[in-house]
């Protein structure tokens, strides 16, 4: 890991980056992957860099909520960029939808890829005899069929130590725009190149939005939060 010394807080641009930066607000040096980047648009607005390409200087904070409403609060963008910057509260929300955006983006992509199955049919043979690494549940689909698919996921574990991850972060209708399909309730989503940034960037989204850096396998999925239902 390189020293903190060695890496300034505004960075110079996005071709510049390196594979670790400050975190502005904890002054702790991080993977990017764990951080989002920040610049200042025309305008004078604080814009999140979700992708890491947004032109100008940059600002990197760790990839909560709570890391950015703290940012704001503190005025840390005006002492960093050392300017007049607006950052409003609505930044947090701002920056959550993007990175929502984002990972939907992704699964489009797994889609075209051939690397996501749809329909509790197709689902439920893929865990018979694909190479699953997630399944995805519509939060506002049906807790039956939910559970029936989580209980051959529990069995597919048992007889395969490699955990699939559970995901239920996104309604039916955002599901159905990303793969081009109708009422997409539950997918399945096979090992690949395309699957893997997927992954990686729905573990950034769960991050920011609930603090909590690990396999996103083991959180509750919205759906079960609103059910009452433990992670399976």
């Not at 890491?52 to 940012?71: E, M, N, S, V, Y």
Request: contains cysteine; positive net charge.
């Amino acid at each position: 890991m390189l020293a903190q010394q060695d890496i300034d807080v505004i960075d110079r641009g996005p071709k510049g980056a390196a594979a670790e930066r400050f975190c502005a607000l904890s002054r702790e040096v991080k993977p990017v992957g764990e951080l989002i980047r920040f610049v200042v648009g025309p305008d004078g607005s604080i814009v999140p860099d979700v992708k890491r390409k947004l032109p100008g200087r940059g600002l990197w904070l760790t990839a909560d909520q709570d890391t950015l409403a703290q940012a704001v609060k503190r005025n840390l963008f005006a002492k960093n960029f050392k300017k007049e910057v607006r950052a409003g509260e609505d930044l947090v929300a701002q920056t959550e939808k993007l990175l929502e955006r984002s990972v939907l983006d992704a699964l489009a992509i797994a889609g075209k890829a051939g690397q996501v199955l749809s329909g509790f049919t197709r689902v439920e043979a893929a865990l018979g005899s694909e190479k699953v690494t997630a399944i995805l549940h519509a939060r506002d689909g049906a807790a039956d069929g939910i559970r029936k698919i989580d209980a051959l996921v529990r069995r597919r574990e048992e007889e395969n130590p490699r955990e699939i991850t559970k995901i239920g972060a996104f309604a039916s209708s955002q599901l159905d725009l990303a793969l081009g399909r109708s009422n997409v309730v539950h997918a399945a989503l096979l090992a690949g190149d395309a699957s893997s940034g997927f992954l990686a960037r729905y573990q950034r989204y769960e991050r920011f939005r609930t603090g909590k850096a690990g396999n996103p396998g083991q959180a509750k999925t919205r759906h079960q939060d609103a059910q009452g239902l433990g992670s399976e």
